[in-house]
């Protein structure tokens, strides 16, 4: 079992910066990679940014140039740093984990996701 706990939500302004974190803990061994997801009320959840188990990163297109992810393998933790936050930014941000099990000669995956944390951008 792995368990997820995401933080740093908050209220700021256009333009302002927010940094999230997410902690890991449990079985984090196998890994797979560990992103975040953001949902809007109405809206479907769409994926902000991920990094892989070799560093690789992908970010949505609405990310790119503003937000930055990044992994403490050390600490099993990851943070996403979001820069120039804009009204549409105002989400639920999930952070999710994806881990590779093998049971009976069957590989499989699962993802595992935290409660959420809530950010608001105002005007």
């Known amino acids: 079992q792995v368990q997820v706990v995401e933080s740093g939500g908050g209220l700021v302004q256009v333009g302002e910066s927010l940094t999230l974190s997410c902690v890991i803990s449990?079985?984090?061994?196998?890994?797979?990679?560990i992103g975040w997801d953001r949902q809007a009320p109405g809206e479907v959840r769409e994926l902000v940014a991920v990094v892989t188990n070799n560093g690789r990163t992908d970010y949505g297109d609405f990310a790119r140039g503003r937000f930055t992810i990044s992994r403490d393998n050390n600490r099993n933790t990851v943070t996403l740093q979001m820069n120039n936050l804009q009204l549409e930014d105002t989400a639920v941000y999930y952070c999710?984990?994806?881990?590779?099990?093998?049971?009976?000669?069957?590989?499989?995956?699962?993802?595992?996701w935290g409660q959420g944390t809530q950010v608001t951008v105002s005007s």
């Open positions: 449990g079985n984090t061994s196998n890994i797979n990679s």
């Open positions: 999710n984990v994806d881990v590779a099990y093998s049971s009976g000669g069957l590989n499989y995956e699962k993802n595992y």
